[in-house]
């Protein structure tokens, strides 16, 4: 996964010259070229005549152009946590792993349950000048679970939705408070589901491999409890919930039967979850300890089927750095969570759009369209006028993945050394070229040359 972050006050007028656009939003789907200038979309012509001064960029054979890909659901630690993640490292994790912009979780150190954090936040994301980077805040003062946080605070600070992430909203009152709350300001509450008291001290999925390895259990049924609960308040205060990195098929009917009810329930999985299985636990390898757990295969199979027939809204990585010393203790002292950023790309291409499950369309629909609309925010689309927040991808380049070459400041994730199918080849943000993929030789050649 080679690849270099390009000197960022660079601008030009570029004409993206023959690669497959594809942008659902304009049901656009074949060769063109896409001309970009100021930081902007301008033309998408096939064909397309350009004036002097254009810079012209000739799409390596089979790339595809898309809008850039948004990962709705990120961990970039800071403040308070940089030995993880800073929002530098992770905007250049994000950037190499073709994502434009992310949403960061509120779970820091101090808690983003205010004005003074999310700004910082802001701050450190300008900073960088790669991806976009959009703070959610917390639901509660604290994440305690206690009392409503400020939300119009947050919302004027610069967030784009509430969550407690790492824990569940704590009570169906705290709950329904939050949604309406929020509805009337019209931005999403993101629950990360789960029962805590069904979980208790569990650290992998109640079943054969936590019975035969001797690990504590945590059921499905924790989960989908408090799908459950969140989809009927959904449907009580008429406002909009998000269920964070769903795991289970129960989960998945609960948010199917309350869309079919018209409550406003969106869903996203993870691709760790659509690719693993709890099977993976036998080496006790702490880098497959998440939260949700890694299932078994009849829940991951039901998953990769709500994202075939749309009942699943999005894909997000849930990346989740942790320092190599915190995982490399015993199993049920480990911390849940894996990075996810540089990996999302290759996994999906080579297990899903390679493995007949969705098409390029629903890729992107899965990774730009569908977070950019849940979101409120910039992006999802290619039509002239927008910002040229931009994927080129790779969709038939070998990709051997490697941790030691990750741009995230973590490396903790299983998939060290596997072989896939698909990658990125190129991302801008505003028109800018922030990443380059060098392993590619034709874009080697014209990174050096431009």
């Not at 199979?301 to 749309?310: F, Q, T």
């Amino acid at each position: 996964m080679l690849g270099s972050t390009i000197d960022k006050n660079t601008a030009m007028k570029l004409l993206l010259k023959n690669g497959r656009v594809v942008d659902p939003v304009n049901d656009r789907d074949g060769t063109y070229d896409v001309l970009i200038e100021d930081g902007i979309v301008t033309r998408i012509d096939r064909d397309a005549a350009v004036d002097a001064g254009v810079t012209i960029f000739e799409m390596p054979e089979g790339a595809v152009i898309c809008p850039g890909l948004i990962d709705m659901h990120v961990h970039l630690r800071e403040p308070g946590q940089e030995h993880k993640e800073t929002v530098a490292t992770g905007v250049a994790s994000a950037v190499a792993g073709g994502f434009t912009a992310v949403a960061c979780m509120p779970n820091t150190s101090p808690i983003n349950d205010n004005a003074s954090v999310t700004e910082l936040i802001l701050d450190r994301s300008a900073q960088a000048n790669l991806a976009r980077v959009y703070p959610i805040g917390a639901v509660s003062v604290g994440q305690k679970g206690e009392q409503l946080a400020e939300l119009a605070e947050l919302r004027d600070a610069g967030c784009v939705a509430f969550s407690d992430d790492g824990r569940p909203v704590a009570t169906a009152l705290l709950m329904r408070r939050a949604l309406e709350y929020a509805g009337m300001l019209g931005l999403l509450v993101v629950d990360h589901c789960e029962d805590p008291t069904l979980k208790g001290d569990g650290v992998a999925h109640e079943g054969y491999y936590a019975s035969l390895l001797g690990l504590r259990g945590i059921p499905g049924e924790a989960e989908e409890l408090m799908v459950e609960r969140d989809v009927t308040l959904a449907g009580m205060t008429k406002a909009a919930v998000h269920i964070a990195h769903m795991s289970t098929r129960g989960s998945l009917r609960a948010v199917r039967d309350g869309k079919a009810r018209g409550v406003r329930v969106t869903c996203e999985v993870t691709p760790h979850h659509v690719t693993l299985t709890d099977e993976a636990l036998v080496d006790y390898d702490t880098n497959v300890k998440m939260n949700p757990p890694l299932r078994d295969a009849a829940d991951r199979d039901a998953l990769i089927e709500g994202l075939r027939d749309g009942t699943i809204d999005a894909i997000a990585t849930d990346h989740a750095p942790h320092h190599a010393d915190e995982k490399a203790v015993e199993f049920d002292h480990a911390p849940f969570g894996i990075v996810g950023l540089e990996t999302c790309v290759p996994l999906m291409l080579d297990r899903l759009v390679h493995g007949g499950v969705i098409s390029m369309r629903r890729f992107v629909e899965l990774l730009s369209v569908n977070p950019a609309r849940l979101l409120k925010i910039t992006g999802g689309s290619l039509a002239a006028g927008q910002s040229a927040d931009i994927t080129v991808l790779l969709p038939d380049l070998e990709v051997v993945v490697d941790r030691a070459k990750l741009q995230s400041k973590s490396k903790n994730m299983p998939f060290d050394g596997w072989r896939l199918r698909g990658g990125v080849g190129a991302t801008f943000v505003g028109g800018r070229l922030v990443y380059c993929n060098t392993g590619v030789p034709a874009l080697a050649a014209w990174t050096r040359n431009h």
